[in-house]
């Protein structure tokens, strides 16, 4: 019996062990560049010469070299106290197993190599398959900024049907005397842990192929644990930090973790055994046990990233304490946008201390504040749990290459402090008596790594990222951890700001509304005056300046749009105005409210008088009407102001019909200005509305007033079948309108699916202009699209064949006179208004547009 017991718990062991290491790579190559022989780093890895048969390099300028000094911060003398050096393009080639994704870790020390000094390396690496995972990059200025004494860069790259992994570095030829360098790199296969798409944060039913991509690691955090070695994952050689140096403000929570009785049970399918260590599932990070204090906070992590990438944020979870659904339920928000609402842990894992975890994949636009990702959790009140609490085990930040390859950020800039702290040391080492110019060196070398330790601790290390030594890019965001804990950022998750003084400024562009007068005219925000609901929050009805009826939207706390949609709001409205544009009349942005006054609009959104609102049905040629009104204002934007303005957010419920029948383009929050004369687009984050969203727009991030047309395609269609843009209760293939119109125009049978209500009412050119209007503005590809001033010419001529229909007098398209553009100059600087003229004829507006 004894024996037998003692064979089950050597089993047991063995089975415990195999669960902690269950990946085997096939290939695991550790390069110790620049050395000659074997060695072993502190962890125990043992690392090869760079001549060794598993690599080839391939150059015509490279050296060896030694560092001429050890910073003491260095984990090992392996692999960092050598180094490749190189004077010219030279390539690593590596033999692997071509049909796995691989690790590429690139390890750079910058030291003197060869009398060489760091500060003159600038170099690019890029991989044979044509992604570039550095370019520009400086890993003296890296280092210096992330205050590192070296600096890791892991990219997981794609399988490869060559069966081979090349890295080439090329020095920078817009730096003198520049050179590369590589203490070491790694090339270890990896389980495919990134197969599952990731679901696209704004953007329901929308998801990222991650699996499609090469991957920059961001950041790999131990939520509520400690730092853990590459020795410690599971097999994948990864290293874990700590993630208290990324909390933001005062909310730390509490930290836990499991029993040793506790055993972590990964799922039997999936790839969760491989997501992470069972160290990082055995601790954790929650709120704390007070459910009024939870209830007013979020424990909210904060990032410095590079702007115009895609990134994948990985959460891991593994609930150690609750055991039923809905005892602990949260809200998980990223860059101030709901990723997952009432997200419980159990209910995903099905019992306690089962590892789960969830990707949400974000695009981090070029603007002011974004390149910060946050991530943020808060207890779900709607769900009403037992507890009002959230958790979260491990989170892991990826970097999508864009579509051009590239994967390589600009280089950090190093803080004014830390810099003035060198500058005193050096001039205190430079003072002091010294026996050798060596002997400078060193000691001011290591004066800065202990000054750079001190000023860690105290100056803000996540400052705006600039770009250093000339305008390529360069190797980006380290992932070693950056500590500090204060941020700029004016805006929280629930879109407050504590940038009231620039809202302020805002507020001086139209007329403030003090926060009693909109409750005065709202009687105090009455339910049965609200005319609507958004994105953004709540619309009443209300009265002010004792009888002037206006429309008032109030921001919703929980919204997912905030503090810089109300911002553009006022700036767009405040500068433009044209008949077919609504009026912005005023704001409030007292006691934490934001608050916009409009032109009370009597007959609501186009929509309502499409379907399912019960009240009467438009006629064709006051559809007609109204869609040539919102064209005329989109046409302005887009070509009348004194900027190109494209409205981002086109759809049916943002076209509004005043008292005379009157279309209004309304919902400025998420518009942007266009592209320059010498662009052909302007990059930035995917928003809008789902199934009115420009594809092109979606899968290249390069916003054009084109998407506007894409988006007005979709109304169009939406005014001709009186049917939502989405409807997920019908077949799979006529859920969306754009793409079931667009099969029935190429089958000829639109007429099929044309509102009953109109049958037999129009006249038969009409539909096939109008039709044919709305196809084109569905195009694949932007530049293939109509502007919106052939959309609206095509428009008006639909209307005339319309009334040539009714009353039988026939219209040619020869006789109609072509739009011809505003252009940019109508328009002064300030407030941009075009002054109606009286003048009927049918294309007057586009010649001189209507104003207010």
């Not at 600039?466 to 804990?485: M, Q």
């Not at 905030?562 to 009349?585: A, D, P, W, Y």
Request: aromatic share 10%; glycine share 8%.
């Amino acid at each position: 019996m004894a024996k037998d017991s003692l064979l089950i718990s050597l089993l047991l062991l063995f089975s415990s062990f195999a669960s902690q290491a269950a990946y085997l790579p096939s290939d695991s190559i550790l390069l110790n560049c620049g050395f000659s022989s074997e060695a072993t780093d502190a962890d125990g890895r043992k690392w090869l010469a760079d001549s060794t048969s598993k690599s080839s390099l391939t150059s015509k300028n490279s050296a060896p070299a030694t560092a001429l000094y050890q910073d003491p911060a260095l984990p090992s003398t392996v692999p960092y106290m050598s180094a490749r050096v190189f004077n010219s393009e030279s390539t690593y080639k590596f033999a692997v197993n071509g049909s796995e994704r691989h690790w590429v870790r690139l390890h750079f020390y910058p030291s003197a190599y060869n009398g060489l000094p760091p500060e003159n390396s600038f170099f690019s690496v890029s991989t044979s398959d044509g992604i570039t995972l550095l370019k520009n990059f400086s890993a003296y200025i890296t280092a210096k900024a992330l205050t590192q004494a070296y600096i890791v860069k892991e990219f997981s790259v794609l399988p490869t049907s060559a069966g081979s992994i090349s890295l080439t570095f090329t020095p920078s030829a817009d730096h003198n005397s520049s050179f590369a360098f590589v203490n070491g790199i790694e090339i270890v296969s990896m389980p495919d842990i990134y197969s599952e798409p990731a679901e696209l944060v704004g953007f329901s039913d929308q998801a990222v192929e991650v699996g499609s991509s090469a991957l920059l690691t961001m950041y790999r955090l131990n939520v509520g644990g400690q730092y853990l070695p590459a020795s410690n994952d599971s097999g994948l050689s990864r290293t874990w930090y700590d993630d208290s140096p990324y909390i933001y403000g005062a909310g730390f929570g509490i930290t836990t973790s499991a029993s040793n009785k506790l055993k972590i049970s990964y799922p039997e399918e999936g790839t969760a055994e491989s997501a992470a260590p069972t160290d990082v599932y055995r601790t954790a990070r929650s709120m704390g046990p007070d459910p009024k204090v939870n209830m007013n906070y979020n424990l909210t992590w904060i990032f410095q990233v590079d702007a115009n990438f895609t990134y994948v944020v990985r959460l891991h979870f593994c609930e150690l304490q609750m055991t039923k659904v809905n005892q602990r339920v949260f809200d998980i928000f990223v860059n101030n946008q709901t990723a997952q609402a009432q997200a419980d842990v159990i209910a995903w894992a099905s019992s306690k201390a089962v590892p789960v975890y969830k990707d949400y994949a974000v695009y981090v636009a070029d603007g002011p504040g974004d390149e910060q990702l946050w991530v943020a959790l808060h207890p779900s009140a709607a769900a009403k749990p037992e507890y009002y609490d959230s958790v979260l085990n491990g989170l892991e930040i990826f970097k999508l290459n864009d579509s051009a390859g590239n994967l390589a950020g600009p280089n950090p800039e190093p803080s004014s402090m830390l810099a003035e702290a060198e500058s005193e040391e050096a001039q205190r080492s430079f003072s002091s008596e010294s026996s050798s110019n060596v002997h400078i060196i060193g000691s001011a070398a290591g004066g800065v790594a202990a000054a750079s330790v001190f000023f860690a601790i105290c100056v803000v290390v996540y400052q705006r990222k600039k770009r250093v030594g000339g305008n390529d890019s360069s190797g980006g965001s380290g992932w070693l951890p950056l500590y500090g804990g204060t941020s700029t950022s004016s805006s929280t998750i629930s879109g407050k700001s504590s940038g009231s003084s620039h809202l302020s400024n805002l507020a001086a562009m139209c007329r403030h509304f003090s926060f009693a007068e909109i409750k005065k005219a709202t009687k105090n925000f009455d339910e049965s005056l609200v005319i609507g609901v958004g994105g953004f929050g709540k619309v009443y009805k209300g009265v002010v300046d004792e009888g002037t009826k206006v429309a008032i939207k109030r921001s919703n706390p929980s919204s997912e749009q905030g503090v810089n949609e109300f911002q553009t709001e006022i700036e767009m409205l405040s500068k433009l105005r044209h008949k077919h544009l609504v009026s912005l009349i005023g704001c409030c942005e007292e006691n934490g409210e934001m608050i916009l006054v409009y032109d009370y609009m009597a007959h609501g959104t186009l929509r309502e008088h499409l379907y399912k609102s019960g009240k009467p049905p438009l006629s064709w040629k006051q559809r007609l009407e109204i869609s040539i009104g919102a064209a005329r204002g989109l046409h302005y934007l887009h070509t009348g102001a004194k900027y190109t303005i494209i409205h981002r957010d086109v759809k049916t419920t943002n076209i509004l019909v005043d008292e005379n029948w009157v279309a209004k383009v309304s919902d400025f929050g998420l518009s942007k200005t266009g592209p320059m004369v010498n662009q052909t687009h302007v990059s930035t984050m995917v928003k809008g509305s789902f199934g009115y969203l420009d594809p092109e727009y979606f899968r290249r991030q390069q916003l054009t007033e084109k998407s506007d047309v894409y988006s007005f395609g979709v109304v169009l269609f939406e005014v001709l079948c009186a049917r939502p843009a989405l409807n997920p209760n019908l077949p799979r293939e006529q859920v969306s309108l754009a793409d079931w119109a667009l099969h029935c125009q190429k089958k000829a049978v639109l007429a099929d699916i044309v509102d009953p209500l109109l049958e037999g009412k129009i006249g038969p050119e009409c539909l096939k202009k109008f039709a044919e209007t709305a196809e084109k503005c569905l195009l694949d590809h932007g530049v293939d699209r109509p502007s919106m001033g052939d959309v609206l010419w095509n428009l008006e001529f639909a209307l005339q064949l319309q009334e040539s229909f009714e009353s039988g007098k026939p219209v040619t398209e020869e006789t109609t006179e072509r739009p011809v553009a505003v252009g940019n100059g109508s328009v002064g600087g300030g407030s941009e208004v075009s002054e109606e003229s009286d003048n009927s004829a049918v294309f007057s507006q586009l010649i001189n547009p209507v104003g207010r």
